[in-house]
C-alpha cells in the first residue's frame, strides 16, 4: 500500500503542478492581451513586454502538454495497483469473516441444540455484531460509468484511509 499512497502523493504534485501552470499561461496571455490593448506594439517597452509574456506563454503550453501526457499513464498505474490492493485488502477481511464465523458458530452451536440451519440463518443475516463488522469493512468499488480518472484516484485515496482503519479494528495487520 505505500506504493499506492506514493502514487496518489506524486499524483497530487501532478495536478498542482497542471493548475499553476495553467494560471502561468493565463497571466501570459493576459499580459500580450493588455500590451495589444495599448496600441503601439512598436515601442521597445512594448515589445520587451510582449516578449517576455510570449517566452511565457510558450513556457507553459510546453509544460502542459507534458503534464497532459503525464497524468493518464499515473492515473493508469494508480488505479491497476487499487484494484490488485483493494482485492489482496478484501481477501484478508474475507478470511477473517470466514474464521470469525466458524468461531460463531463453534461457540453457540450449544445453544442451538440440533438447530444447525437456524444458526446459519443468523449468521448469514448478520445478526451478530462481529460479522456486521467485518462486513463494513470489506472495500467495494463505487459504481459510476462515467467516472473520470481523476475520481477514481481519490477513490483510491479514500481506499486507503478506509482499509488502514479497518485492518486496525479488525487487527489484519
Partial sequence: ????????????????????TTQMRDHAQKQIDEVVDEGDITTPKAQKKLSDAKF?????????????????????????LYDAERSAFNKRVKARREKEIADI???????FN??????????????F???REINRAI??????????????VA???QFISSAEKSAKQLGLE
Fill in 1 to 20: 500500500m505505500t506504493e499506492l499512497k506514493q502514487l496518489i502523493k506524486e499524483h497530487r504534485l501532478v495536478i498542482n503542478q497542471r493548475s499553476s
Fill in 155 to 157: 477513490w483510491a485515496e
Fill in 139 to 152: 472495500a467495494e468499488m463505487p459504481f459510476n460509468p462515467g467516472a473520470t480518472d481523476e475520481m477514481k
Fill in 105 to 111: 458458530k463453534e461457540s453457540n452451536r450449544r445453544f
Fill in 114 to 127: 440440533g438447530k444447525e440451519r437456524l444458526l446459519c440463518d443468523l449468521v448469514a443475516k448478520n445478526f
Fill in 129 to 131: 455484531p462481529a460479522i
Fill in 56 to 80: 511565457s506563454l510558450d513556457l507553459a503550453v510546453a509544460s502542459l502538454k507534458v503534464i497532459e501526457k503525464q497524468l493518464p499513464k499515473l492515473e493508469s498505474r494508480i488505479l491497476g
